[in-house]
């Protein structure tokens, strides 16, 4: 039985690597994996493994993973992320002597992990591209808004950031000139930018295993939900292969004497046919369920190929199966409704569309979900026990939500909140991810030196990511620059150093109390000290930009009571 090391973390492709090997009958292993993914569940994997992580300033991750190899000598090591794929090719030299490893030819990962190159590459071969401008300078950033209008698409060289390897630099996109020039500044820090044409289509993926660059396998899919200013897609079908867009992803991967697995993606404007190339995806994708849905076994395939020389696979696969990230469908499903369907530039459907492709897809058994499959059921039935917990969190929400507010509770949380912000030294405002309602209080708090000292923090388990696009875009209407904003995680530590935590939402309120019990009496809602507005200040991630500046204006207005509240009566220090 042939052993295979997975490197990943919660995501679609570690968990559908995961089945297919072990479907193959492959003793299947994993590490590099966050302790709460759901793709631990499965049936299929043998073992997982506790690794330091990949880290470019710390080299404690490579004998542990050195000695891994050693001990279980695995037949192949298969990364998923863009980190894992990273450390792998960066350090081949030391690990390849320990086992085989998944890794690309030096010349197509230094092309495919480069945008920039990536780009030049299909200029060269001709495979047609939105237009393009490379910017090194923010001064070049206006006569392109009058060359390409808005919105404008802002790509950085690299997916993957050494100097903080947990988070992405990702695809951008400006929907005002003032967006544009802000996005462009910070993006400029990590080199230069390219600034595309916005082309209006829909996402299509031609997926590939390749041997030398000539095509072992293909499949093709059409992305039917994907976010509605761009991104990955919560929903998509199997599509009969394009000799055009087949053609046109060999001419780039045939130059470079490809062996692996790649997707490459473009968009296409369903009613003319017209299409760009937008990127190619040199590891595993995050639509790969669809494929294994649809009938074609890209990961054990790729063992067959590099363990046993394998080169000749059935090329067959289902057309109109539909495969449903469920999790982010449903975030899909609220943007939609509220969306403005006339507007061309968002990725919105018509909601009897919606209503019907799922109906007549669960009726007629073409409809799937990336983690719930019959012979291992078990990460998606984890997964929707997440789903539950979330729908009955929300009801839970919303009851509380109408009580709370009702006159005479507001008026006692008012006035528990008014004494402690009278009393505060050091505060600290929480939000679920940091990146939007608690870093703009902080900033606007800060800049008017409310108190000793300001800060905030989420409890989202992923630090180090950037404010949303949306978020950096209305907050500079305040004169509040989010662009180099980093998450940060709440910790005990910053629990217990704080007088005051003001945070926005019920949700805020029971997941800092239940993190750290003691510090129920320091938590207060924000929005009671404005008794104008809305108790709940609500997250506006996922929302339109006019959710955001409404969001920020109720913040803005809070930090106007608060000041009035400092003003008229200084603070009590609390030592």
Not at 186 to 203: H, R, T
Not at 226 to 239: F, N
Not at 312 to 319: D, L, M, N, V
Not at 358 to 369: F, K, M, P, Y
Request: hydrophobic share 40%; charged share 25%.
């Amino acid at each position: 039985m042939g052993k295979v090391l997975v490197l990943g973390h919660d995501s679609r492709a570690f968990l559908s690597v995961i089945r297919s090997l072990g479907r193959g009958g492959l003793e299947v292993h994993a590490a590099w994996h966050n302790s709460d993914s759901v793709a631990l569940k499965s049936r299929y994997l043998r073992r997982a493994h506790v690794l330091p992580p990949y880290d470019e300033t710390d080299d404690s991750w490579k004998p542990a993973l050195i000695e891994l190899m050693r001990r279980m000598r695995f037949d192949l090591i298969i990364p998923c992320p863009d980190p894992a794929v990273v450390a792998l090719q960066r350090h081949r030299r030391e690990l390849e002597p320990h086992g085989r490893l998944y890794v690309l030819n030096e010349r197509a990962f230094d092309v495919l992990f480069d945008k920039l190159k990536t780009n030049e590459l299909a200029r060269s071969v001709g495979v047609h591209l939105p237009r393009e401008v490379l910017v090194t300078d923010v001064g070049q950033a206006a006569p392109l808004v009058a060359q390409f209008g808005l919105p404008i698409v802002l790509k950085p060289r690299s997916s993957y950031n050494p100097d903080a390897p947990n988070s992405r630099l990702v695809v951008r996109k400006a929907y005002t000139e003032a967006a544009f020039c802000g996005l462009l500044e910070g993006m400029l820090g990590a080199g230069p930018v390219a600034v595309q044409e916005n082309f209006i289509g829909s996402g299509v993926g031609v997926e590939l295993l390749l041997k030398d660059g000539e095509p072992l396998l293909t499949f093709q899919h059409l992305r039917v939900h994907e976010p509605l200013h761009g991104g990955g897609s919560a929903y998509r079908k199997a599509v009969p292969l394009s000799p055009e867009l087949l053609e046109a992803s060999l001419a780039l991967l045939r130059p470079l004497s490809y062996t692996g697995v790649a997707m490459v993606e473009f968009k296409q404007n369903l009613h003319t046919g017209d299409w760009v190339f937008m990127e190619v995806n040199a590891r595993f994708w995050g639509s790969l369920p669809l494929a294994l849905a649809a009938g074609v076994d890209f990961p054990l395939a790729l063992y067959r190929l590099l363990v046993e020389g394998r080169d000749s696979f059935p090329q067959h696969y289902r057309p109109n199966v539909y495969c449903r990230n469920l999790f982010i469908d449903l975030s899909w499903q609220r943007a939609n409704l509220k969306a403005d369907r006339t507007d061309p530039t968002l990725a919105t459907r018509p909601i009897p569309r919606v209503i019907r492709d799922a109906v007549v897809n669960v009726a007629t058994l073409r409809e799937h979900l990336d983690t719930l499959t019959l012979d291992d059921p078990r990460p998606g039935l984890t997964e929707l026990r997440q789903v539950a917990g979330r729908v009955a969190s929300a009801i839970r929400w919303a009851v509380v939500r109408r009580c709370l507010p009702v006159r005479l509770i507001r008026r006692q949380l008012a006035r528990r909140s008014v004494e402690a912000v009278r009393r505060a030294d050091r505060v600290l405002f929480v939000c679920k991810g940091n990146i939007c309602r608690s870093p703009f209080a902080e900033h606007l708090a800060r800049e008017r030196g409310l108190f000793a000292d300001v800060a905030s923090s989420g409890y989202y388990p992923v630090a180090d990511r950037p404010s949303p696009e949306k978020a950096v875009d209305a907050a500079s209407a305040w004169g509040v620059d989010l662009r180099a904003h980093r998450s940060r995680r709440l910790t005990e530590g910053q629990v217990s150093e704080a007088d005051l935590i003001l945070v926005f939402d019920y949700d805020n309120y029971r997941q800092v109390v239940a993190g750290c019990p003691l510090a129920r009496r320091r938590v207060h809602y924000a929005g009671a000290l404005e008794t104008s507005g809305p108790l709940f200040i609500e997250d506006p991630w996922g929302g339109g930009p006019e959710r955001f500046e409404r969001v920020f204006l109720q913040i803005e207005r809070v930090i106007a009571a608060i000041v009035e509240l400092r003003v008229t009566a200084p603070p009590v220090s609390c030592g």
